[in-house]
């Protein structure tokens, strides 16, 4: 029997993402020959640890096609800690000289910063929390916490690998750690700054969330129980800068790309797929569709994307390099459209406040500064003020902020979302109010299917 690869990565935020993602590409090479092993932190719940335990941290992926589910057996997870129930094993763990890499996917809320900015945010409660404690609690808190144990240790730091949809999400993850760390040690800030390397990411792979009907069927199609499978389509990619030093996995030998800037893959993959699902969970739901691929198949919906993609979204973007983004937006939609796939725009849907700014409000900014056609990217925000106005459940840390109000009309509901400074800034907020106040009244009195038909079909 093959021995198990040793813990040689920390991942924070284990989720199914970087178990159908970034563990895929751990066991193209472990396949090679490698031995890169994972010990996964979970943030906040046992429920991954909990499910994964009973077959010893193996699970099945399941890549999802038209024609059925393509199985393969993932072996890189050694353990999973709950760092709430002992934060000390979690640093301890950070701090083994065999660690070189912690990978992050803790969502865009977990960098605890303002996503309109990129600062940390110094009054969020976990930040409050771990300057006073050395028990941390947010993912700037362990990576500082983690840092320091291994300075005071005389070892290296590890790489820091950021696999959230943010752009320049390396930076951001700097400047995070560092700004946490200059209020607890500015010494070790500065130590953290010289010598810890936090390349920027672009990850892309569709990971709906795993039904109790889909372990059913995977555990009927396998012929052995587990407890926690993952979904994905079978695409997937992952572009990182050239900054890597040290010991680290030759992600190179997986298929990832590794490239001198970033930025064009980076904006093409947030304006192009991420902007448009989120267009999608906004507007979707408001015409009755519930998954991705039904939203897509209807022509209106399918017409009002190309039209997105080809007159408001391309041309803001640079190409990296021999890729063309007319194609790049069709496979998107040959993606979004595959049958096997059960995404659910509520999936989406959730924190939008934390994914607007990069996905939509970007791509606005850079149009409306230029006097360009913004009709169908207000149609998408327009579709978000009506999901975070109307629902009382709405899965988003400022929820209560942007819930609507009985006396607010559609002039005052744009003017509260517009005026929150986490999420627009000021100088587009000016730009933005009025059109999207005619937008957002527009698709109240006619309908989501009327307006989506204005852009053809
Ligand atoms: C989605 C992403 O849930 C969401 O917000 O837009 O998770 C998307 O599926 C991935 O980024 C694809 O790589």
Not at 175 to 187: C, E, F, M, R, S
Not at 264 to 291: D, I
Not at 337 to 355: E, F, P
Request: some cysteine.
């Amino acid at each position: 029997m093959i021995p198990r690869p040793p813990v040689r990565i920390v991942h924070l935020g284990l989720g199914a993402f970087f178990r159908a993602h970034g563990c895929a590409y751990l066991q193209d090479l472990n396949d090679q020959g490698a031995h890169w092993g994972v010990l996964g932190v979970s943030l906040r719940s046992p429920a991954v640890r909990d499910a994964m335990r009973a077959r010893d941290y193996r699970y099945t992926a399941a890549a999802l096609t038209p024609d059925g589910m393509d199985l393969r057996d993932i072996d890189v997870v050694r353990d999973v800690l709950v760092a709430p129930d002992d934060p000390t094993a979690v640093i301890a763990a950070m701090a083994d000289p065999a660690v070189t890499l912690v990978t992050l996917t803790v969502t865009e809320k977990g960098y605890c910063h303002d996503p309109a900015t990129g600062a940390l945010k110094l009054t969020h409660p976990d930040i409050l929390a771990d300057i006073e404690s050395p028990l941390p609690v947010s993912a700037p808190g362990v990576l500082v916490r983690a840092l320091q144990a291994r300075r005071v240790k005389g070892l290296p730091p590890f790489t820091v690998l950021s696999c959230d949809n943010l752009p320049d999400n390396g930076a951001v993850a700097r400047a995070v750690t560092i700004t946490l760390a200059q209020k607890i040690d500015p010494d070790l800030a500065a130590w953290i700054d010289a010598n810890t390397a936090f390349p920027s990411t672009m990850v892309d792979r569709i990971v709906p969330a795993t039904t109790p009907n889909d372990i059913a069927q995977i555990e009927a199609q396998s012929g052995q129980p587990d407890g926690a499978p993952v979904l994905h389509e079978p695409f997937t990619q992952w572009v990182i800068t050239d900054e890597f030093t040290g010991d680290l996995p030759d992600l190179a030998a997986a298929g990832a790309q590794i490239v001198p800037d970033i930025a064009p893959f980076e904006q093409m993959k947030l304006r192009m797929l991420n902007g448009v699902h989120s267009a999608l969970a906004y507007l979707g739901p408001l015409a009755r569709f519930k998954t991705v691929s039904e939203a897509v198949t209807n022509e209106s919906i399918a017409a009002y994307l190309r039209h997105l993609w080809r007159a408001e979204i391309i041309p803001t973007l640079t190409p990296p390099k021999d890729i063309n983004l007319i194609a790049y937006a069709d496979a998107l939609l040959d993606r979004f459209a595959n049958t096997g796939i059960q995404h659910h725009l509520s999936q989406i849907a959730m924190d939008g406040s934390q994914k607007l700014p990069q996905r939509l409000l970007g791509t606005l900014d850079d149009r409306l500064s230029n006097g360009d056609d913004v009709d169908a990217l207000l149609l998408a925000v327009a579709g978000w003020i009506a999901t975070t106005a109307n629902q009382k459940d709405a899965d988003d840390p400022m929820a209560s902020i942007l819930r609507g109000c009985h006396t607010c009309d559609s002039i005052r509901t744009v003017a509260r979302h517009v005026s929150q400074t986490a999420i627009f800034d000021p100088r587009l907020a000016t730009l933005i109010e009025e059109p999207l106040s005619q937008a957002y009244a527009r698709l109240l009195q006619n309908g989501v299917g009327n307006e989506v038909n204005r852009f053809g079909s």
